[in-house]
């Protein structure tokens, strides 16, 4: 999984060095960085289902049709549940590792194709998204800290589906 640690040793072996002391102060930073990321990433989990169903709400008053799709609207919104749900335990693996490797591998590669098979417009997902990025409140939710790290993953995601 890719994270700044293991893309940074990645390179430097590759390279056949020794971390630089530039890499060294972007490890550091990282680390440094580590409380806030954890503090959003108990927060996320503790409160996921609350966050998601906000999300598809937000979602389905945008596109009150959902998908378009000839299937029942109660599957629909459980399917849109669900994805929105998998995208908040990707972004909470990130937040854990720090780096972007969990939603790279597993959340944005080959996603769009995906939803163009599927006739579903990744605008749905980026609604959710930037729903629950807008509705994060400092300090009722999480630190200040946290809120950023948690935006940040957020805004990497809503900027990969755009």
């Not at 596109?63 to 629909?76: A, N, R």
């Not at 908040?88 to 969990?102: A, F, H, K, Q």
């Not at 417009?121 to 807008?134: H, P």
């Amino acid at each position: 999984m890719k994270s700044v640690l293991t893309t940074t040793l990645a390179s430097a072996d590759l390279e056949g060095r020794f971390p630089s002391g530039s890499d060294l102060e972007s490890i550091s930073g990282n680390i440094q960085r580590a409380d806030a990321r954890l503090e959003a990433a108990g927060k996320l989990a503790s409160n996921y289902e609350a966050v998601a169903k906000e999300a598809v709400d937000a979602i389905y008053a945008k596109f009150p049709d959902g998908s378009g799709l000839d299937i029942d609207k109660t599957v629909q919104k459980e399917k849109c549940m669900r994805d929105v749900v998998h995208y908040l335990r990707l972004i909470n693996y990130c937040l854990i590792v720090g780096g972007t490797g969990p939603l790279d591998e597993w959340g944005i590669a080959g996603a769009r194709e995906v939803y163009k098979a599927l006739a579903i417009n990744t605008s749905t997902y980026v609604t959710g998204l930037t729903k629950i990025r807008d509705r994060l409140c400092t300090p009722r939710d999480m630190s200040v800290q946290a809120a950023t790290e948690l935006t940040g993953y957020l805004d990497y995601l809503i900027n990969a589906m755009s």
